[in-house]
T-cell receptor, first 113, second 114 residues
Framework: DVKVTQSSRYLVKRTGEKVFLECVQD?????MFWYRQDPGLGLRLIYF???????EKGDIPEGYSVSREKKERFSLILESASTNQTSMYLC????????????FGPGTRLTVL | GENVEQHPSTLSVQEGDSAVIKCTYS??????FPWYKQELGKRPQLIID?????GEKKDQRIAVTLNKTAKHFSLHITETQPEDSAVYFC?????????????FGTGTKLQVIP
């Protein structure tokens, strides 16, 4: 059973703080993704990675960066949090060699005050 | 880049009726089209998918159709039940070797009225 976990379910930060969101998967998946989910906007891709130390910009990368030092871990970094980054953040992983199915984590609801 | 449009944004049906959700995509290179269901407070989960070399796929009460020429695909749920109430997302994916980029639609909130 694939398990994707995220470091926090709820997070409250102040404007200007540096924020780290962590995602860990236990199925040796090559691909990992970060999305943000906002009402009426669906799931928007921030960044994704198809291999260790590899990263690709998604559709809304501005204000975010990522790190993938190990295959199982993909971190999303908000260098200087702003109120418009208040959102639900979802991590996902997949292994295209086996299946294209994405497996999602439970999400982190981030509030920036 | 890829653009996926999804309609309607909300849908209410009586229990036992059918529900149809439609999506269009822009990039002809997209070759994989999954549908995810997200129940309230839970993570999205795959319910059905279709590849670009197939026109239709069915799994019990759920079916998906794909028209590559028109670049649109649809989800059909028959004999709806209250537990079908959720938000449904379509997606278009480009996969090349180990590289996979997925673009989601904006979601459809389905309410099945008992």
């Amino acid at each position: 059973d694939v398990k994707v976990t995220q470091s926090s379910r709820y997070l409250v930060k102040r404007t200007g703080e540096k924020v780290f969101l962590e995602c860990v998967q236990d199925m040796d998946h090559e691909n990992m993704f970060w999305y943000r989910q906002d009402p009426g906007l669906g799931l928007r891709l921030i960044y994704f990675s198809y291999d260790v130390k590899m990263k690709e910009k998604g559709d809304i990368p501005e204000g975010y960066s990522v790190s993938r030092e190990k295959k199982e871990r993909f971190s999303l970094i908000l260098e200087s949090a702003s109120t418009n980054q208040t959102s639900m953040y979802l991590c996902a992983s997949s292994s295209p060699a086996l299946t294209d199915t994405q497996y999602f984590g439970p999400g982190t609801r981030l509030t920036v005050l | 880049g890829e653009n996926v449009e999804q309609h309607p944004s909300t849908l209410s049906v009586q229990e036992g009726d059918s529900a149809v959700i439609k999506c269009t995509y822009s990039d002809s290179a997209s070759n994989y089209f999954p549908w995810y269901k997200q129940e309230l407070g839970k993570r999205p989960q795959l319910i059905i998918d279709i590849r670009s070399n197939v026109g239709e796929k069915k799994d019990q009460r759920i079916a998906v159709t794909l028209n590559k020429t028109a670049k649109h695909f649809s989800l059909h749920i028959t004999e709806t039940q209250p537990e079908d109430s959720a938000v449904y997302f379509c997606a278009a994916s480009i996969r090349s070797g180990g590289y996979q980029k997925v673009t989601f639609g904006t979601g459809t909130k389905l309410q099945v009225i008992p």
